[in-house]
């Protein structure tokens, strides 16, 4: 694929802000990799980091999270896998509102320099967390903490306040074609 080169952007003044929020959205690969790559390279600077993932249970042991976990990076697997293949909704809607408690208490400490949110998008778009909290949590936070947004869909209400928004679009991906997701690339 390619593309028409653009011309440079004009110059503008430029300001230091002391924390960011991002938003990794869209239906392609990589919004997580995405996420987890900026967290290797806050942690690489020293900063104290925080992962709360809102879809996957503390059973999936993906390459990120054990990386994770060599770094000594705090990481939060507080639901139970995959929303269609529930056997009890209820027990999942409770685990992402939990899930959501843990987060925003994260967010307000102030302990961390960065917060990420994985697959929050899902909990809000389900209606387990008010979006209004979220902007809130957000909005409010301390001014040296940074967060990392992820997930499909991200509502309108969090772009609004994002910093840094970008969409994953997909133009060939290999599960489309019957390949299952592989260790190392995917998970």
């Not at 440079?8 to 990589?30: M, Q, Y």
């Not at 925003?104 to 929050?120: C, P």
């Given at each position: 694929?390619?593309?028409e080169?653009?011309?440079?952007p004009a110059?503008?003044?430029?300001?230091?802000?002391?924390?960011?929020v991002?938003?990794?959205?869209?239906?392609?690969?990589?919004k997580?990799?995405?996420?987890?790559?900026v967290?290797?390279?806050?942690?690489?600077?020293?900063?104290?980091?925080?992962?709360v993932?809102?879809?996957k249970s503390?059973?999936?042991?993906?390459?990120e999270?054990?990386?994770a976990?060599h770094?000594?990076?705090?990481?939060h697997?507080?639901?139970?896998?995959?929303?269609?293949?529930?056997t009890?909704?209820?027990e999942?809607?409770?685990?992402?509102?939990?899930?959501?408690?843990?987060?925003?208490?994260?967010?307000?400490?102030?302990?961390?320099?960065?917060?990420?949110?994985?697959?929050?998008?899902?909990?809000?778009?389900?209606?387990w967390?008010?979006?209004?909290?979220?902007?809130?949590?957000?909005?409010?936070?301390?001014?040296?903490?940074?967060?990392?947004?992820?997930g499909?869909?991200?509502?309108?209400?969090?772009?609004?306040?994002?910093?840094?928004?970008?969409?994953?679009?997909?133009?060939?991906?290999?599960?489309?074609?019957?390949?299952?997701a592989?260790?190392?690339?995917e998970?």
């Amino acid at each position: 694929m390619t593309t028409e080169p653009r011309e440079a952007p004009a110059p503008r003044p430029r300001r230091r802000a002391t924390s960011r929020v991002l938003v990794n959205t869209g239906d392609g690969k990589g919004k997580s990799t995405a996420a987890f790559g900026v967290m290797s390279r806050a942690w690489a600077r020293g900063w104290r980091v925080c992962v709360v993932q809102f879809l996957k249970s503390d059973q999936w042991r993906s390459g990120e999270h054990r990386l994770a976990e060599h770094l000594g990076i705090e990481w939060h697997a507080l639901g139970d896998g995959f929303t269609w293949a529930s056997t009890d909704i209820d027990e999942t809607l409770a685990k992402g509102r939990h899930a959501w408690d843990v987060a925003r208490a994260k967010i307000a400490s102030g302990d961390y320099q960065l917060v990420i949110l994985d697959e929050i998008t899902y909990a809000v778009n389900y209606g387990w967390i008010d979006v209004n909290d979220v902007v809130a949590a957000l909005t409010s936070r301390p001014a040296t903490t940074n967060v990392i947004v992820t997930g499909r869909d991200a509502p309108g209400a969090i772009v609004a306040v994002a910093d840094t928004v970008t969409e994953m679009r997909v133009i060939k991906h290999a599960y489309d074609q019957g390949i299952r997701a592989m260790k190392g690339i995917e998970y």
